[in-house]
């Protein structure tokens, strides 16, 4: 059996080219979104509607309602209660603002492009609001890791300072503030900077005696928290 250092080198090889210090997709904007030509939709039933989307309700990296027109002229709408997944077929616009999004400068030149620019989809997930009976389809951050934990834009997280590049807003001056994060399938929860060294291991990660091993020790600092989440992912069964 490889040990957990072992394991940990495979994790790293693997996203070698990936984002060096933020591994979770910055998020394309709403407006974007919204203007999207080709999406699909996977309803609480399994059935699966493809189409441009005609209409949308979106808040702050969430749609709480949206319309699909298909190709034969169909019309459907649905309230994010009644889908699973939606997913927005990514332009070469929306993957190239979302990498100019990275959240401070030093970060903006460890960025793996490439990897942005070549995704397909952006995927949206039903969940449960915090403290709330309502439903809301949230950007996921973290695809291709998110089989334990998928972490979510917070539209009320703190915002960094900003500034201008060849037109672009770049932000500068460090993470968000705080995320939702599903964990197994549960309600979002809101998970914050300033209390996730406390909250990291009792809340967030576990029952994986791996995980506790590989970080036993260490201050969970916020701005490893991507690094937390994929490797969570990779040594937890």
């Known amino acids: 059996m490889k040990s957990i250092f072992t394991l940990l080198t495979i994790c790293m090889a693997s996203f070698a080219y990936a984002q060096p210090s933020q591994y979770f997709m910055p ?4 407006d974007l979104i919204a203007t999207a030509r080709e999406v699909f939709a996977v309803t609480l039933d399994g059935d699966t509607v493809r189409g441009r989307m005609t209409g949308s309700l979106m808040m702050g990296g969430q ?19 009644e889908v699973k997944v939606v997913g927005v077929k990514a332009t070469n ?20 492009f490439k ?13 449960l609001l915090p403290k709330k009976d309502k439903y809301a389809l949230m950007q996921l951050l973290n695809p291709g890791f998110d089989s334990k934990i998928k972490v979510y834009i917070n539209p009320n997280a703190g915002e960094s300072a900003q500034i201008e590049v060849s037109g672009f807003s770049i932000q500068d001056g460090g993470d968000d503030t705080s995320y939702l994060v599903v964990k197994d399938g549960e309600r979002a929860e809101i998970f914050k900077k300033k209390n996730y060294n406390d909250t990291a291991l009792t809340e ?3 029952d994986c005696p791996d995980f506790e091993e590989a970080y036993s020790g260490e201050r969970f600092w916020w701005s490893n928290f991507s690094e937390h989440v994929l490797f969570y992912d990779k040594l937890c069964d």
């Open 204 to 206: 967030l990660y576990t």
């Open 93 to 112: 616009f929306m993957n190239r603002t979302s990498a100019m999004s990275a959240p401070n400068m030093p970060r903006l030149m460890d960025q793996d």
């Open 27 to 30: 998020p394309v904007d709403d």
């Open 63 to 81: 749609i709480r309602s949206l319309n699909i027109k298909d190709d034969d002229g169909n019309k459907y709408k649905f309230k994010a209660a």
């Open 115 to 127: 990897k942005i620019m070549n995704r397909e989809w952006i995927i949206f997930d039903q969940a």
